[in-house]
């Protein structure tokens, strides 16, 4: 038909380019490996970041080319994020708690090029070097892309079209080898576009945003693209997650939004149990990548004044679900029923499509069920494969268990490999969990599906106590008196000096599981 | 390369279909003509509004067809907009404050098959159809949809791509004729999500919305297309906008944010004055379509606490270009400075571009110049036009003079384009020149925009009478009658002894505009 709109293809160098022109000197800050704050503003990037581009088509890198970044949150890395997309080529994040052996595999199977790392990571980078030759050099983010930008003029970006690769990521997240999730400049700026949004991260001009999440797991959630694209502050932590670090960022860099997994929040949490103050003038939370405990989520809500909001999603969707947020729907509700919505993983953006499929067919619509995701930010084909990831419809099927409930809200009841099954009957290990962090001696704690000769399965709990602290089997098992079913109740209890963490930071379940699947039939 | 992200097409049937599935029984209110509320539920209206759709394919509109509707605010409207998109077919809003001459011209250009009305503009639509023979049917929004609904099973909606057009909407913006711009499902989902940012209208699925901005004024800004993309109650208010009913409608159907233009706004504070009451819950305002009075924007923040966004925008940009909000900018400047960049028309989002160009190759960066923008709602070609309507850059001249301060915050100083806007609607000055001209004694004239504290702007007459005539005014009046709808006619009239001429021989408008522009203040 005659008549049209005019063509503007969705590439992540316009974003930077926004924040240059309309957002100039709004402030990009990072924690140097010093513990001092660098700081730039949203231009001083821009042009660094076209420069670095310049070195690296200097350097031959074209279009499509996968260019691995190793590193912590950081200005530079920030900037190269930049300088590679913007020049069409593929910023693949790797992750930084792997070892060189897994770094290595996972670079030759993205055929990567170049390799920027911190400089801290440098000894890692160079094992990893030695096992994958098509790695053409090492650059070090700071001082040897310091000197790049120095000695190049800013290079032209775009030109390219919206489905141009533009980011890489591994996820092992289901079984078998990693795989790499291929995200486009479309996808990632459609993705950009739904966090910012109230009910999502709900980011502005007048925030101070602090990406905890790491940029290597799923683009820090997307926080380095949303910050420049509204001109938020952006705050870049560094190497240093601990409490007090984070708790100094807050106050220092006046914080109002952030965003990671629960584990740091329980982090942060225990050390102001420790030494007292607030986190004024943090507004508001986004906690995801696991289940966050209702537990955790009061004391921050109540004790902090702080919104919380649960976040579910996976590397496969860019990575944003689901996210709860106040609404209609709960504020109908009794104070009680509200909370509880607030505490599930909430509702989807527009954009995400999410189904519950029961294997049972006559299953009620409270049935817990595999779930099922697709949208404009879902992947379609893992990296390198031929068959597609999802079903001849679209759906992905993300490994989740999960309930819709009828106000729309999604309670993720377990992973696929974690549930529980006794007696052929699933068990929510999440569901378990949230109810052992009540108990004030838990400092972190996991269920897990431990072998069981007469059910098959039965969930055996793990904790790790508070510093000092110290209590009974008993004690740990009170809080499921009454609020669960009886043979939901954990069989056994497995205490441990320090969770083992995932690559992402979560409490890696399956080497849990690896080393007390047998701890009910042994004992 | 290998790898990819899914497709997942941005079609405007998905907004709908989303609300349906996460916010089912969020409420969508419509003020009835006899002024009661009817209620539904987006369940409701996507079920009924497949329906219709079923009734469209029936009678045979075909993807790209045009379909159009004549009328105010409505819950009919809502779902017969969705109707229409949801088959692909394009969804042409006719302005009901047009005369049938005017509305049979414009349907002629577009093409349109068939005419939605509401009942209480059936004689003008009858009159209109009467010019304009190509119109298969005339169907009545509400007794007439509501029939075509009982009697037909949903239809299927989707199936087309993101580029299919979904709606068109006339503009007599610019000089000449009228000139329609046909959105994309693509470009009005896009809008979508630019405009749901905080920074912008900041909306979720705790807000209840009131767009008192007309459906037929570009898209309702947006908002017909916002709220049930987050799951927010939609408050229609049908014809009744004055401030009585207004206020009674924030108070009734708890509203939390809505939008309008200045007129309307006057007439709340106007009817507050005199009745006295707040505004709760109301707690934010888009302002737009004609310049904002700083005076309107101090009484609703300090006296009544409502969050003021100014926002400047146009039909051919989907319609919006920037929006004035809070933000790190204005923060670091004194109130008085920070106020004066609220008051300003603010900055664009991500996705439009703006630049100023000035004549005068030597100006500052604080000259005003010739506004232009571009972005991915901005539009690209008119309606059945051959030509674009940009430059080979893509940038569109917006008829607008402005100045972008160094903070980046936009400042319309002038217009260009040789038009009046009244109460938020144009008055084509050209018009109401070929009438004038008519009258014997005239020998040039023109038709400028004169300031008005109510209306924003009014038409003022100059004319410059043949040697040795004279006559009154009401004379010279005479030809407006039952020409041009009645409030076209001129507020006022100038007579000069010689017209100022520009440099082409032309009537300088410009300069009658700095003459006459406070005369009927001064009056
Ligand atoms: N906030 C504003 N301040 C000044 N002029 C405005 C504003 N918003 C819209 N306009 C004018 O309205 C025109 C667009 O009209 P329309 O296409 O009918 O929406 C713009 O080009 C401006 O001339």
Chains 1, 2 share one sequence.
Not at 444 to 470: F, K, N, T
Request: hydrophobic fraction near 45%; proline fraction near 7%; charge should be negative.
């Amino acid at each position: 038909m005659n008549g049209s709109m005019l063509d503007w293809p969705l590439t992540l160098d316009r974003i930077l380019v926004h924040a240059e022109r309309w957002h100039p000197d709004q402030a990009v800050v990072g924690a140097a490996p010093d513990g001092t704050m660098a700081r730039r503003t949203y231009a001083e990037c821009a042009d660094r970041a076209r420069r670095l581009s310049a070195a690296l088509v200097a350097h031959g890198i074209e279009p499509g080319d996968r260019v691995a970044t190793l590193g912590w949150n950081t200005l530079p890395h920030f900037e190269a994020w930049y300088a590679i997309m913007g020049i069409g080529a593929v910023c693949h994040t790797l992750n930084l708690r792997m070892d060189a052996a897994q770094l290595a595999w996972i670079a030759r199977d993205a055929g990567d090029r170049l390799l920027l790392v911190d400089p801290a990571l440098l000894p890692v980078a160079e094992a990893m070097r030695a096992l994958c030759p098509a790695i053409e050099g090492i650059i070090v983010l700071g001082a040897g892309t310091d000197a790049l930008i120095a000695a190049h003029d800013p290079a032209r970006w775009g030109g390219f079209g919206e489905d141009q690769p533009a980011g890489l990521c591994y996820t092992s997240g289901t079984t078998g080898d990693p795989k790499g999730v291929l995200y486009t400049h479309r996808s990632n700026f459609l993705h950009t576009l739904a966090i910012i949004q109230p009910d999502l991260f709900g980011i502005g001009a007048a925030d101070s945003v602090l990406p905890i999440v790491p940029m290597f797991h799923a683009n820090a959630w997307g926080i380095a693209f949303a910050a420049p694209a509204v001109g938020a502050k952006l705050v870049l932590p560094g190497a240093r997650l601990d409490g007090a670090s984070v708790h100094r960022l807050i106050a220092g860099e006046g914080v109002t939004m952030s965003a990671a997994v629960p584990t740091v929040w329980q982090g942060l949490l225990d050390h102001l149990d420790r030494v007292g103050g607030g986190l004024a003038p943090l507004r508001r939370v986004v906690i995801g990548g696991s289940a966050c405990p209702p537990s955790m989520q009061r004391r921050l809500t109540d004790h902090y004044g702080i919104e919380v909001r649960h976040a579910w999603g996976m590397t496969e969707l860019s990575p944003l679900g689901t996210v709860a947020a106040p609404s209609a729907a709960s504020a109908a509700l009794s104070p009680e029923e509200g909370g509880r919505l607030l505490q599930s993983q909430g509702r989807p953006p527009l954009g995400v499509d999410l189904k519950v499929v029961s294997d049972d067919p006559d299953a009620g619509p409270d049935t817990p069920g595999r779930l099922f995701a697709r949208g404009y930010a879902t992947v379609g084909r893992y990296f390198g494969r031929d068959t597609p990831a999802t079903d001849a419809e679209g759906w992905f099927e993300t490994g989740d268990v999960a309930v819709i409930d009828r106000h729309g809200f999604l309670h993720i009841t377990d992973r696929d490999k974690d549930v529980v099954k006794s007696g052929g009957e699933w068990i929510s290990s999440q569901g378990l969990e949230a109810i052992a962090a009540e108990h004030p001696a838990v400092a972190h704690c996991a269920v897990i599906a431990a072998d069981c000769d007469r059910w098959g399965e039965r969930p055996l709990l793990v904790v790790q106590l508070r510093e000092g602290e110290d209590c009974s089997d008993a004690s740990l098992l009170e809080p499921f008196d009454g609020t669960v079913p009886r043979w939901w109740v954990p069989d056994g209890i497995v205490r441990v000096d320090a969770m083992p963490l995932g690559a992402t930071g979560k409490i890696d379940k399956r080497a849990l599981r690896d080393a007390y699947r047998d701890h009910l039939r042994a004992s």
